[in-house]
């Protein structure tokens, strides 16, 4: 199994629709998470953390699911700026951490 | 002014030669990386350094070797190169000596073909 797994997409929605994203992470001692966003031949940046409680970034709410094991992505009202593969990423380790990125998520936000 | 900075961006080269890749950061942080990504996608790590020295070297092969002359500075030599070594290579930092902020700021990557 592999440590951080996404559907990798691609979905295709229209503008002003609601898209979830989920991803499964196989390391249960892993403690933090987070999502990345890439755009199309850019570099990865960090969209947000997740927090056990969850949380909200504007349109942009995400959920950790530490019993099962699963982190989620909610965008809510999509932009087409929002095109991008999204990274679902996860801090592993004690003393050396390290952050294990998913495939990613492939989201079109199409007119 | 750019953060992390890379260079080449692009460089195509045939097997077996020899290449290096320079990255270099202005932000003034401790850690910085080299991660591969694949035709596949995937991001991965290869190796790590806190100032100057070696803290994450993950299974590569040792004809990659990084080299870190300084904290804002870590470049990635590559011997006898490979048509598996095509991907884009990004360069990353982040403050202090652990990510648990999960803050990594990337460079634009590197894109290498191998013919």
């Known amino acids: 199994r592999k440590e951080v797994e996404q559907d990798p997409g691609p979905f295709n929605v229209p503008e002003g629709a609601t898209v979830a994203f989920n991803c499964t992470y196989s390391?249960?001692?892993?403690?933090?998470f987070f999502w990345y966003r890439q755009d199309c031949r850019k570099e990865p940046k960090l969209l947000m953390s997740?927090?056990?409680s969850g949380n909200e970034d504007g349109r942009f709410t995400a959920q950790l699911n530490r019993a099962s094991q699963y982190i989620s992505l909610l965008i809510r009202d999509s932009k087409l700026s929002d095109s991008a593969t999204y990274l679902c990423v996860v801090l592993t380790g004690a003393g050396s951490y390290q952050l294990t990125f998913g495939k990613g998520t492939k989201l079109s936000v199409i007119p | 002014d750019t953060a992390v900075s890379q260079t080449p961006k692009y460089l195509v080269t045939q097997m077996g030669n020899d290449k290096s890749i320079k990255c270099e950061q202005n932000?003034?942080?401790?850690?910085m990386y080299w991660y591969k990504q694949d035709s596949k996608k995937f991001l991965k790590i290869m190796f790590s350094?806190?100032?100057?020295?070696?803290?994450i070297n993950e299974t590569v092969p040792n004809r990659f070797s990084p080299k870190s002359p300084d904290k804002a500075h870590l470049n990635l030599h590559i011997n006898s190169l490979e048509l598996g070594d095509s991907a884009v290579y990004f360069c990353?930092?982040?403050?202090?000596?652990?990510?648990?902020?999960?803050?990594?700021?990337f460079g634009e990557g590197s894109r290498l073909t191998v013919l």
């Open positions: 997740v927090y056990s």
């Open positions: 390391n249960s001692a892993s403690q933090s």
């Open positions: 990353a930092s982040s403050p202090g000596t652990s990510v648990v902020t999960g803050e990594l700021f």
């Open positions: 350094y806190n100032n100057k020295e070696l803290i």
């Open positions: 932000l003034g942080h401790d850690t």
